[in-house]
Nanobody, 124 residues
Framework: HVQLVESGGGSVQAGGSLRLSCRVS????????LGWFRQASGKEREWVGS???????NYADSVKGRFTISKDKAKNLLHLQMNSLKSEDTAMYYC??????????????????WGKGTQVTVST
């Protein structure tokens, strides 16, 4: 299993920025698809974006142009840079991983390992 630990959440005003990080504890992190999901109170978990084993990055339409996923290979950290934050971005943000590369995508069921999440609150 992959251990995932998120950090960097907090409270910010609309229009502000936050950078989330996910520490990926596995020796072969490059073989995994890594994703970011979020879940707002009372809503289903929603895919934010993912980085596959071929280093391709995809984003949900709701965050495209505002959020950026990157990876620090040396430190085994996955980052989510969030700019121009909106109140609707308020949610618990989760990092997820799967070695089943064909499952790398928008469905949470395709991911096998999850972090505990970090809360992001955007106020107007």
């Amino acid at each position: 299993h992959v251990q995932l630990v998120e950090s960097g959440g907090g409270s910010v005003q609309a229009g502000g920025s936050l950078r989330l990080s996910c520490r990926v504890s596995v020796s072969s992190a490059n073989d995994y698809c890594l994703g970011w999901f979020r879940q707002a109170s009372g809503k289903e978990r929603e895919w934010v974006g993912s980085l596959d084993s071929e280093r391709r990055i995809n984003y949900a339409d709701s965050v495209k142009g505002r959020f950026t996923i990157s990876k620090d290979k040396a430190k085994n950290l996955l980052h989510l840079q969030m700019n121009s934050l909106k109140s609707e971005d308020t949610a618990m943000y989760y990092c997820a991983a799967t070695r089943r590369v064909q499952k790398c995508g928008i469905s949470s069921s395709g991911y096998d390992d999850w972090g505990k999440g970090t809360q992001v609150t955007v106020s107007t």
